[in-house]
Structures are given as structure tokens and as C-alpha cells.
């Protein structure tokens, strides 16, 4: 695993700090006694250099409060690691030590990268299919309804949540029974914020529901601004260097665990204080802070931000009729060119705002829409509940219908057949994803249908080749095998059809799928 | 009209050059004796600076042939223009003069440029709806077949014809009954083109095929670069140094028609030789040449050119699912935030290639899918005849079902609310058109609906407004009047409803849509 054997003995030698063990993907802390006098948030300049002799991470350090100074990094190699500070003041700069990175304990699969452009796997090399839920005030409830909150997701289908860093304004964090004690800032109201000093019980806080949620083995989408002030607290408001401040902070702190993902905001445009060029400069701090290079996206309000700029990772789109549409995920792709989360559908729901008025069908279809399109969604719920407890903002249980078909949808997906689903034949066909000549799945949505033409696209197809077929009821739950098997004939130049020419025989019910694997194959997917 | 008489005055005094009448965007053409020795085609900088007295314009001349240089210049102001020739060559050099610009003649609205952000107007302020046509080859075909062309679309509802300024590599332009003796460039085959020289005969030619479309007060968007070269004559694999002087060859002999489009390239991304970065150099050759700022786009094939880029005036986009979905021709325009013209969307027609079996209804469907949904589209029509003239390719006549079903639809569109079309509410409805509290244009496409309860989104409502209803079928082309008037009663924060509770009976067919007008104003559209 040592590659440069000598670098590394001759940076040994030059060190003075002892050893430690850090997993692969995990987090080594480096803390670092300091001081505490003036204001350790500004004007300290801290850095390490971490290298395993052939490539070197330079993390930020941050202030902890109480005279300590930390930083942390998430090494992603196994072997010995070494490190030295930076500062510009004297107690903190060359500080030198090493640790051993060990295996991946059991379900680490390290952070979540790009796949295959359109995708998602982990650093491992295992696919990753995102199924998000939002849950954008959790870490600012009762540690009864984040425990809660915790056991719901653990027995949910979600492997991703949305969530904000800061709180949105609200008379309950004010003066109500969740009166907030912490913010990201020192001070307790707009008139004695200090924005230079950053209050480290607030961020504290913040990580350990942040590691909660990864030992639940759940992505972490942080949303780092957000528009939900209401003229009363300013943190929409705040000034260049402050909003800078923040970003790097943030990251220093946040970006060494390794399920986090960035979202620069929720509903940008909202944010009538931030301009284009402002979001473009925050995305470019998080691009160069990051050691890491966790995903990074912005969630858009009416206008939609340019997700085409070289910083975005993938799309995090809100736009309600791409989920209702035929076709229109894979467009999103393809102008894009770059992997799409659907990151708000609107939310299953009652309430009196339209937004979180979906049926559990509704939601359910929206889902498949985004799945057979080659995309991915994000669920959210709003129920009224004398609780006053809402899934989408604080959390606690779900009351909705779609989890369970949620859960139904990842089965499938996760049962996909070698190098991933893919969308088939994207231009003329709508919301088939597959793999040719090995496995489909259709999806008909609200159409009633009660028979399907057996054509299939024909790209990878040869007379003779066999396929059964599962008709999938999405909001039953069920897959049905149908009993005929089907061999392939060449029809033109565009479709291969049944050499007896049959058709699937349907249900003539909504929310129907049907999954098309071939048989006379080794290598098929079940 | 002439502000600035005393700027105008000094330089009338030192003119020698006769005076000239010409109408407002009419063109001005300068012929200047030249030269024939050497290659006239390179190395020879040309252009003239043309004034009102207040702005300069100075668009680039070219070599006619026969010792003949030209430069062309579009007025857009009445008055005095005067002019004045720069060239590194002495003969062509320090020409001056002058002319007067008159009124534009009747239909003369001037050249189309975008209108609201969304929309399209012609430069006299005269909205402009484009209701397209596609066909490619026509400059190229017999003078009978050009006539009759022309007799077929002086006739048509089409106001947009998309043609190629090359031929596409075609034995019978090789060998048939419509052999070329005119290409780009001189010579006759791949073995004899001298891409240093272009062939005037061939541009003259295809000047006054613009010329007899301008006549019919038709937008030409001529199309640059195509892929259809087959290996076989390398118009698809020219250098950058040709491919640049060629661009502004056709700038500087093109520009001054006051109906031209340039669009880049038909499926841009079929021409492999090109990159992305060639486009953009393109795109900016014709941007800074073109004094007039014509309209500037690119049709894509499968990779979707990123129209976001500030060269790119509108979307000339490929998308068939865009019209074949509800709500994606907004979220087109929402994501590139710029007008959107469907370009292709499939033709009418029975040939074997998919590309062009649409029915008429289909074909009907789509475009009022695109203009509902706040955009605008492009027909073609590709059926099999003995003739083998086939609409799309070389003109002639019209055979298919939908051009009528256009015609209808272009009188509902041109029928427009004071300020034009809009998409109403459209992150939650979709396909649906209008002013706020004026009228709304709803399609209903292949749903068979019965009734429809009458609600209206609440913007500008108040109660008591009254509303009155006619029914659009637009297959068989016929509005029926509603006989109830409906009364506005608020509903909820999004809503508002009829007093009565009353819905609208439909008749059940598919392709239907509804316009509903307020009645209790003045301003009303009809």
C-alpha cells in the first residue's frame, strides 16, 4: 500500500507526534491546544498537510472554542499517513505526526461520487442510488423527536436526507417550546449577533446529529443557506466576508465525514440578496476547500440556477412537472449532461399550501417517473398532526403512503443488472430504463393499459433470444411473472417483436410496470 | 429623424459620393470596381462605416467576382446615412457617399429579434409568432420546383423556412437529373474544391432564393454547417481557417436581408470533426460580424449544445419528447431562460426512417403542446410520392394533414392578449397560455374530458369577474361558444371558482382546447 517506501521513511524520520489508527473513510482529528485571546475565528491561518508519500491533502483547521484549535481529515487510503501543520501563528504551525489507516469497518463504503456520469456510487466502487427524504429542521428539535426521527429513518427506505445547517426563522425557536438556545453565531437575536465569532456548541450540535446520520449509513445533504428569515434574524443578509466566513468554516469542520453532501442553498432564488456571481464564488470556496471533492449542488427556487457551470456536480432540481411528465427526466439529463436528483416533488401530504397536498399514488408516481426517466427524487411529507410535528421540517414518524412504495421502487432499483439501468433507446422511447438486450423496465404510469405489444428496442437484440416478463402493480406491491416466454424476431430496422407476435396481457389498472429480463442467459439479473 | 444635423452636416461636407434612396431595413449595396489578379477572396480587408450621424455600423464587404467588391448595409433609422470605405487595398479604399433612407414599404416589419425574453418581434415593435417549416434542399432543385415551392408556402400558415446554404451529398446532386454545377467553393468534387475561392455563382443563386422567401415576408434561418456529407465531398471537414472565412463570407453577403436567422449547424453534434469549442468560435464570428445582430442559434442532434451560452439569442432545439409532454416546454424555457423554438420535432409523413411517420393529429398535438407551453415549433413533411419530392427535402408541395391544423392554430395564437401570450402559473399547471384576468388558452391534448370544473388561478381575479368560454377542437377546426357565463368566486389562496359552482361540458373527443375571455371589460381581445 506504501508505494513511496523511501518518502515516507524520510518523512518518519523527521517527525516528532505519535501514532494513531483512523479507518479508511473515517475521520483523524488533530487537536491542537492554542489560546484563546483576541478573536481565534479571524486572521489565524491553519492548514495540515496530510500525505501518503504520493499525494497530499491540505485541509483547513478551525476554531473549537476554549483555546482549541482542530483539524480534521478523512484519509482514503490504507497505510501509514503524515501530517504537518501550517499557521501563521507560532503554537500551531509545524505540528508533524502520522497515523495508520486501517480497512473499512462493515458498511463504509466511503463518500458518494459521480458514477458513470449520470449515476451515483460510492468511492468503493458499490453503486449508490440515491432515495432521499427531507427533513430540513431535524437538528433543531427535542432530543426525543431527533431520537425518533433517527429510529424512523433506520426502518425507512431513505438512504439520503436533506436538511439545514442554519434554522429558518420561527416564533417556536424564538420564544416557543423549541426556544433556541445556539445559533451558528454568537449572540441570540439580530441585535447581538456577532458575526466574527462563530458559536462552536451550535456546531458541536450539528456534528453529532451529522454522525448519527451516518451511522445509519445516510448521505447527508447540507444546506448551507437558505431564505427562510423573514427579515428577522439576517441570516439571508449577511455580508460577502461573513457568507465567505461561514462557507469555509462549514467545510472545515464538516467536509471530513464522509457522507456529507453540499447543497450551497434551498430555493436559491428566493434569496433575493445573493446574486448569480455570489453563488458562483460560495460554490468555488466549497470546491477549493473540500479536500474531498463531495458532491456539490444548489437547490433552485423559480429561477433556476446554471447547473452547467464546471462546479456543479450533479442537479438538484426543484421542478414539480419534470416528475410529471413522460420523457422529461432524461431531458433534464441531456441538457444537462450531468446526474439528476429531483430534490423536491412536492410533499405527500394535507396541508393548506399546495405544495404538501400529494397523494401517497401521486408521490408514488412521481418516484417511478423519476426512476424509469434515469433520474432520482427526493420524498417529503406534510401531514397536519396535532403534534404539530411535520415530517419535512422536524421530523418524527412518517404517516404518508408512499415510504412503503418508496421502499418497493429501491428494491427494484437496487436489483439492477450489471454496470447499472441505464435510460433504453431515450428519444422516441419514454421512461424505459435497462440494459439492452439483458433487462427493461417500462413503466405506464396512469395509463390503464390492457395490452402491450411485446417490442423491444432493437439495439443488442438477435433472433432467437428469450424474455419473461414480471408485471409490476407499483401501488400493490406486487410482481407477477407472466407465464409466456418470448422470443425475439426482427420486425425493421427500429424493433424486434414476439416471433408469434403476442402481446402482454395487463391488468388495465394505473401505476403499472413491467420488467422485461432475458432468460437465455447466463448472466441474467435474477 | 436626423438628431444630431450638425454632426450630419460636417460630414456631408466632405462627401463626393452620389445620393441613393433606399428603404428602412431595405438593403443598401455598394458596388466597387476592383481588381481580378491574385485571389480577391483572401487577404483583402474590406468594410465600410456606415452612419446616421449618431452610431456606426460597419459591416464587411466581399468579392462578387469579375473584379467586383460589395458591400451591403441594412438601415434601420429614416434620414441621411452616409458612408465610408476602409480597405488595405487602395482601390477599394476611402470610398465615401451617401443615401437616404425611406420608409419601410408595406409588410416591411423590419428584421425578427426576441421579445419579452421568451418571444419573438419584429425590430417595427409588430409581434411575431414564428410558425415554422423545414425544407433543407430547396435552394438546390429545379426552377419549377422552386416555384412551385414558393407558390406552396405564399399559401401556407408558415412564416419560417429553415434551409441549408450547402447542399447535403446526394448522388442525384452528383449524377442525377439535378446535377450541381455549383457548389460553396470552386470546383466540382472533393478532388477540385479550391477552398481559398468561393463560387459567386452559387451565392448569387442562393440570394435570390433568400431574396423570393423575403418577398413572401418570410424568416429564412439558414443553416451554416451540416453533417450529411457522407465522406464524399469534406464540407464537414474543412479546416478552421476555411471553416472561419466561410462564416464570414456568408455574414458579409447574407447580413444585410433583413429575414435572415443564422442558425450554426443542423445537428450540430452529428458533426464529429467539430467541437464544441469550434461552435462557439463560430457563433462569435457571426456575433461580432454581423451588425445587425440577427438571431442567432444551433440545432442539436443527440448532445444538446448548451444554449445558456450569451451568443445563443434562442433555442433551436431537437427534443421530440418536449412536445410530446405536458409542462416540458416551459421547463425548456425555464432552464435555458430564452425563447424556445422545437426546431424538429418529428415529421408527418409514411417513410420507413421513424423520424417521419407522424399523423397529422400527431403532428397538431405537438404544436399545440409547444404553444401552450410558452414556446414555438417547426413542421416538416416527409411522405413517399412517385415525384420523390418530398417536402422536408426539396420543397414542392404540401400533402400532409396538419399544415391546415396549423393555419387554425396560428389565428388562435395571432388572436393574442395585449402584450402576448404567457405561460399562467406554470410550476403547477401546465399547457396553459394567457394574460392574468384577461383570458386563458388551455389544451387538453389526447384527454377525452367530459366536463371541466371552471377554476381559474387567483392572480388578478377579483369577485364578480365574468368570464365567457368557447370550445377548440382543434382537429376539426371549429370554436363553439359556451352559452353560461361564469361568474369569479374565490375559492382559496390559489383559486378561484364559478358562483355557481358550474363546470364546463366538453364532448369527450381528444385535441380539444378551451379559451376562456373576460367579458365585463373593455380591453377584451375580441
Not at 492554542?34 to 489565524?44: A, C
Not at 417550546?177 to 439580530?190: M, V, W, Y
Not at 464522509?258 to 445573493?274: C, K, P, T
Not at 424474455?467 to 407499483?474: E, M
Amino acid at each position: 500500500m506504501i508505494k513511496n517506501f523511501l518518502g515516507i521513511i524520510l518523512v518518519l524520520f523527521s517527525l516528532s507526534a505519535f501514532a494513531d489508527e483512523v479507518e479508511k473513510w473515517g475521520m483523524f482529528e488533530l487537536v491542537i491546544p492554542g489560546f484563546t485571546e483576541g478573536n481565534p475565528f479571524i486572521g489565524i491561518d491553519l492548514t495540515a498537510e496530510f500525505t501518503d508519500g504520493e499525494r497530499i491533502f491540505t485541509p483547513e483547521g478551525f476554531y473549537d472554542g476554549n483555546g482549541i484549535f482542530k483539524i480534521r481529515f478523512m484519509p482514503d487510503k490504507e497505510g501509514l499517513w503524515t501530517y504537518k501543520t501550517h499557521s501563521n501563528r507560532k503554537e500551531l504551525d509545524n505540528i508533524k505526526g502520522r497515523f495508520t489507516c486501517t480497512p473499512p469497518s462493515e458498511g463504509n463504503h466511503g463518500p458518494v461520487r459521480i458514477r458513470d456520469q449520470y449515476h451515483f456510487g460510492y468511492a468503493d466502487g458499490t453503486a449508490f442510488y440515491p432515495f432521499g427524504t427531507t427533513i430540513y429542521e431535524w437538528v433543531f428539535q427535542t432530543q426525543e423527536t431527533r431520537r425518533q426521527t433517527l429510529e424512523t429513518l433506520q426502518s425507512s427506505p431513505f438512504n439520503k436526507v436533506r436538511f439545514l445547517l442554519v434554522p429558518p426563522y420561527s416564533e417556536k425557536y424564538v420564544s416557543g417550546p423549541l426556544k433556541l438556545t445556539d445559533f451558528p453565531f454568537e449572540g441570540t437575536s439580530k441585535e447581538t449577533w456577532n458575526f466574527s465569532r462563530f458559536n462552536v456548541d451550535f456546531w458541536q450540535h450539528f456534528e453529532s446529529c451529522l454522525q448519527q446520520i451516518l451511522d445509519l449509513g445516510i448521505e447527508a445533504d447540507i444546506i448551507l443557506f437558505r431564505p427562510y428569515d423573514d427579515g428577522k434574524w439576517g441570516f439571508d443578509t449577511m455580508d460577502d466576508a461573513t457568507n465567505d466566513r461561514f462557507t469555509r468554516y462549514a467545510v472545515a469542520r464538516l467536509a471530513a465525514f464522509r457522507n456529507v453532501w453540499w447543497s450551497l442553498a434551498n430555493e436559491n432564488s428566493f434569496l433575493d440578496y445573493f446574486t448569480e456571481d455570489d453563488w458562483d464564488r460560495l460554490f468555488k470556496i466549497v470546491r477549493d476547500k473540500d479536500p474531498y471533492d463531495h458532491l456539490r449542488s444548489i437547490h433552485n427556487a423559480g429561477l433556476i440556477y446554471d447547473y452547467t457551470k464546471p462546479w456543479v456536480t450533479h442537479v438538484s432540481l426543484q421542478y414539480y412537472n419534470v416528475v410529471r411528465a413522460f420523457g422529461a427526466s432524461a431531458l433534464v439529463r441531456d441538457i444537462y449532461r450531468k446526474a439528476v436528483v429531483n430534490d423536491e416533488i412536492n410533499y405527500e401530504g394535507d396541508i393548506a399550501s399546495r405544495w404538501g397536498q400529494l397523494s401517497g399514488e401521486e408521490m408514488g408516481y412521481r418516484f417511478w417517473l423519476a426512476y424509469t426517466g434515469g433520474t432520482y427524487a427526493t420524498h417529503g411529507e406534510a401531514f397536519e398532526h396535532p403534534s404539530e410535528i411535520n415530517w419535512i421540517s422536524e421530523g418524527g414518524v412518517l404517516r404518508g403512503q408512499s415510504p412503503s412504495r418508496i421502499a418497493f421502487l429501491r428494491q427494484i432499483i437496487e436489483n439492477a443488472p450489471p454496470g447499472g439501468w441505464d435510460t433504453i433507446d431515450h428519444y422516441y422511447l419514454r421512461n424505459v430504463i435497462g440494459k439492452h438486450a439483458h433487462c427493461y423496465l417500462y413503466y405506464f404510469g396512469k395509463e390503464k393499459i390492457k395490452q402491450w405489444e411485446f417490442a423491444l428496442p432493437d439495439e443488442g437484440l438477435k433472433d432467437g433470444m428469450q424474455f419473461k416478463v414480471d408485471l409490476i402493480d407499483t401501488w400493490n406491491m406486487t410482481i407477477t411473472p407472466v407465464k409466456e416466454i418470448f422470443t425475439m424476431e426482427k420486425l425493421d430496422r427500429y424493433q424486434f417483436i414476439d416471433s408469434r407476435k403476442r402481446s402482454v396481457r395487463l391488468p388495465g389498472k394505473p401505476y403499472m410496470a413491467m420488467r422485461i429480463q432475458r432468460i437465455d442467459t447466463g448472466d441474467k439479473n435474477e
